[in-house]
DNA sequence: ATCCTTCCCTAACAAGTGTTTGGTAGGTTA
DNA sequence: TAACCTACCAAACACTTGTTAGGGAAGGAT
């Protein structure tokens, strides 16, 4: 069912985002192990060997854990609604712009594959507790950009109405997210390649017309 | 067609698996707390509240933590395999099979929803540790009948030649198994209904036809 | 009445957990 | 030169983790 990619831990390989100073660093050597184990499977020694100093030193740049874990999340989600609000403001019709929230999605991913796989794995469990109610408020306007974009569709008659609307929300975001399980970033596709092919089956099907 | 094999009717209310005697209560208790927090995350003291005994006495039914894992993801791997064999036995078209391996999957989903869900968060990860190695074969055995599957309706003519389909693969294959996560048995609708919808969106797509 | 099986409890164990404290080497600034 | 800041180490802390050992209550079988 799932890929089994395993990519060993490298301590400066990463190609992932271009972290100002060494905090950066740190938190991008994290979110590359959470990403791999998990983030309560993740000890903080763990992390400090991957970064290549002793596991007391992250606290010199974090007050705990937990906080890493947080400003990982949040600068997430703050640059993947920067790029989700642009596309809305375009007010393009639900078909274009559901070409656009998955096209944008996929770049996501590429930039954000760690910190996307995070999301997609402890998202769930985190957003009760208080310090992470901005997952929960992130998931409703994320519902709510989908779904609305959805529903609008079917409401101008580009999308089916025979489908539950409902349905099709959880099938579009669950396709486009688990693919951060398996995607690695300068693979074969771009994420513009992966998007063109994702909107076909999406939106075309994958059996032949007759 | 119903398989009405005289499932034993348990008297707790958890509607998963028909639990023989004590032991398989707890493996169901289990595997609801595990599927809820995660595998690590959950420690055996949380196991024993919810089951209503004490850490210390779970390991008069079973070795360890790792062997209840073990023993509810082989169990569930089983009984897919078993549904998925006789589905390929079958020797259906290719458009067939995958209509029949979607809708076996969401029965499945239905069935060990909460051991779908484990498979889906930890597999990755214990595939490497030689007691799971199991996870790696039927993984490998899963690619197999997809793709196989895809390749030959490809050949055939009945599904898309312009696409990748170990992009198609891995596609169809998420779509599928991501449900479980938000899936609750009992809902508004039926697996074989879900079924039909997702095989509706995946086949011919959700939007209107020009 | 005795034995045996089933099931659970009490109490502890060693290892591992996130985190704190005090110290220090090296570069930058005053 | 002296003071200061950054980035780290070494060693410990209180706590939680999975797990074990020994014992006992209930009930059926002999």
Redo the contacts between chains.
Sequence with gaps: ????E?VPISKKTTTEKPAPGRRGELLATAAEVFA??????TTVRRIADAAGLLAGSLYYHFDSKESMLDEILSTFLDELWAGYDSVLAARLGP?ETLEALVTESFREIDRHRAAVAIYQ?EA??LAGRPRFAYLADSQRRFERAWLGT?ERGVAD????AD??VR??Y???R??VW??A??YRPGGA?SPEE?AR??L??????????T
Tied chains: 1, 2.
């Design positions: 069912m799932t890929d089994n395993s791999e184990q998990g983030y309560t499977a078909r794995r769930k469990d959805l008659g580009v999308f089916r489908l539950d349905l099709a959880r099938f579009v669950d396709t688990v693919a399980s398996w596709h992966i092919q994702y076909s089956m999406v939106l075309d099907g994958i059996a032949v017309r």
